[in-house]
Structures are given as structure tokens and as C-alpha cells.
């Protein structure tokens, strides 16, 4: 069984709602960076090392994605790495723990 988590931005949310991470296509190019990617054209779902990503169905803007992990012993540097260099706030949901390397 995989583990879920909710990437957010680390923009404390303001009186219009919470906010956006980027575009879903500066999403799609910044994770393509990361060998984190759709298998086909116009997937919602993006497979990366130990990661896979669900981003909202038929969404410009994107303010918060799903993320699993598939395979944990590969995941957590991969995780880390997006997280900090992407300026993303990690969320399990299950406990509250907020990770913002």
C-alpha cells in the first residue's frame, strides 16, 4: 500500500483561496526536469523515481497535487530534492505533518 501526501505551495493561503503552485504546463516542464512525467500526452497522472503524482482533472492552475509513494526506498531523496528546489510544502494528511525542506 502506497503512502498519500498533498503537495502544496508554501505561500501561506491569502482571502482568495489558497496559492497556486504554477501552471499545469510549468508544472508538466519542471517535473520533466526531475524524470517525473506523464506516460501519455494530456495523462493527469505523472510517474517519477518511487513517486507517482495526481494532478486535478482539467485544471489550469494548479494549487495542490496528490502524491504517492511507490516505492519508498527511492522515493524520500527524490521527494526532498523536488520539495526544496520546487519551494513545495509536503502535507500527510493521515498525521498533519507538514514537511518544507
Sequence with gaps: MSQQFVILSREPATDKGM????TRCEILKL???FNTAP????????YGPG????????QDQISQMLMYITEEEIAWLVVMRLARELKWKILDPSTGRELSP
Design 51 to 58: 513517486i507517482r503524482i495526481e494532478l486535478p482533472p482539467g
Design 39 to 46: 506516460e501519455f500526452d494530456g495523462d493527469e497522472v505523472l
Design 19 to 22: 496559492v497556486p503552485i504554477g
Design 31 to 33: 517535473l520533466s526536469q
